[in-house]
């Protein structure tokens, strides 16, 4: 069985051409969404279908996509609020200390005393650095920037993020 890992979501249609919006989840958009590329498109209740891109822009915070074989906005209108994924066999391998979302997403989040500050839920792509929010209870969403000083290990077998939180980072001194 193939596992797929998602890569954005459709979220509307721009204009009348076959566009789609997409907010995209990867790291790699320039890769995932160059012309020819193949992405799976998922929706509640169907099978996947294989989609071949056929041109990629930027347009505000959005990937703009078109698809082969889909011209107009009433073939893509079903599209919506579908989720666009890639194969296993479509991720290539990363260099060292570089990591997929999907690999990230669930970690559990350890503080230098050995605390467990959460689970990472999400990850924002700020342009600068990732910042990956983390899931605490009882208190509000942490913001964890992923830097060299903040973040000290990764460890995915133990399902474990290793950070170093300076000062004030925290709302919630204890």
């Known amino acids: 069985m193939t596992n797929y ?21 990867t790291d790699f958009p320039e890769e995932r969404y160059q012309v020819g590329a193949t992405l799976y498109l998922f929706q509640d209740g169907k099978s996947p279908l294989k989609l071949t891109v056929a041109s990629h822009r930027q347009h505000k915070n959005f990937d703009l996509l078109t698809f082969e074989g889909y011209y107009n906005i009433n073939m893509v209108e079903p599209l919506r609020d579908g989720i666009l994924k890639v194969s296993e066999y479509q991720l290539g391998e990363l260099e060292e200390n570089e990591y997929y979302y999907h690999e990230i997403i669930g970690l559990k989040v350890i503080d230098e005393k050995d605390r467990e500050i959460g689970e990472i839920t999400e990850i ?23 830097i060299e000083s903040v973040v000290k290990e990764i460890d995915l077998e133990a399902g474990k993020v290793y950070v170093e939180i300076p000062e004030g980072l925290l709302d919630d001194a204890d």
């Open 5 to 25: 890992y998602e890569v954005g979501k459709i979220v509307n249609t721009h204009g009348i051409q076959g566009e789609v919006r997409v907010i995209s989840q």
């Open 124 to 146: 924002l792509a700020t342009g600068a650095n990732d910042v990956w929010i983390v899931k605490r209870k009882n208190k509000k969403d942490a913001l964890i920037p992923y």
